[in-house]
Structures are given as C-alpha cells and as structure tokens.
C-alpha cells in the first residue's frame, strides 16, 4: 500500500495505539474483544506496549500513514517458556478503510522477515471461518488450516467455529 510505513511499536505510540484499537473495536465484529471490553487506559496500553519491547520474541508492528496514523497492527507473542520459545501466535487487524489495500500483506511479510531474525519458528494464529478475506490473505502468506476450534467464539448469539492456522518458518 502506497503512503503507509510498517514499523516497531514505540512506547510514544500508547495515546494513538489504544485509539487505533478501541476504533478497531467498534469496527469488527472478527476480533477477540467487544466494543467496550478493552481497557480505555493509556497507562495500561503503554504497560503492555512495554511488556512486549523487552522480550526478543515478541513484537508489535504497526502500519502509519502520514494524514491517518496508525491504520493497522499486526502482534507476536512468543511463549514464555524454553520448549515454546519459538512459537509465536499472532493478533492482526487492520481499521475498516484501508482493508482491501495490500496492508494485510505487507504487515505479514514483515512480520515474518522480523520472525527470522529473532528466531521464531512457528507463527500461529485463530480465525473465524467466516472470515473470508482474512483466511484468504493467511492462506496467501503461508499459513495452513491446522484443525477446527468448535464453538470457540460466541458472536450474536450463536457459536462461532474458528480455524487454527499455522506457518513453519
């Protein structure tokens, strides 16, 4: 996508990432927290921004456009413990305007130069089955349908299959 760099979180990024993220709230009905679930505190967001920065397999890349700010993450948690260390699972979204534009792709491919770098292995992730465009640009970037969470999302009163989805570095 043109305009937009992708670039680490920054602890001064706390302010515009948790607006970012309460406005992806109110847009998706594909992510994890409801509109109104998510801490609106910046002290909190920064804690957590911090809490990633200082570990090697852990990182927040987020996509900025010079007139609109940040537009989209993608997240990478890696596991806490020695025989997990190289898996991380991922949390991505992108806001409602700029989807459809090559961000999603370009979010990924450099997640995945920044994986190798660090040493991760295996990248993993959820998605809603009905999320088409989503599993399309997973399946696009690498990733394969692993198995199927039953019921693991609860969404508009009905239960919500997801795919577990995963890439080999």
């Known amino acids: 996508m043109k305009n937009a760099t992708v670039r680490t979180v920054r602890e001064e990024d706390a302010d515009a990432f948790l607006d970012m ?29 911090r809490q990633v920065l200082v570990r090697s397999n852990q990182t927040i890349l987020v996509a900025e456009h010079p007139e609109d700010g940040l537009v989209g993450y993608v997240a990478a948690y890696g596991g806490d413990h020695r025989r997990s260390q190289h898996c991380a699972r991922l949390v991505t979204a992108v806001k409602q305007a ?33 999320n ?11 990733f394969k349908v692993e198995g199927i969470r039953e019921h693991s999302m609860f969404l508009h009163d009905e239960y919500v299959n997801e795919y577990y989805m995963a890439k080999l570095l």
């Not at 309460?22 to 921004?49: C, H, K, N």
């Not at 465009?133 to 690498?142: D, F, I, N, Q, S």
């Open 21 to 49: 993220c309460l406005q992806l709230d109110e847009e998706s009905d594909f992510l994890m927290l409801e509109p109104g679930e998510r801490p609106a505190d910046v002290e909190y967001t920064l804690d957590r921004i």
């Open 132 to 142: 088409r465009r989503a599993v399309e640009l997973y399946k696009k970037t690498g």
């Open 98 to 130: 700029y989807t459809g534009r090559g961000l999603g792709t370009i979010l990924f491919m450099e997640l995945e130069r920044w994986a190798r770098k660090n040493g991760i292995h295996r990248l993993e992730l959820t998605v809603m089955l009905h």
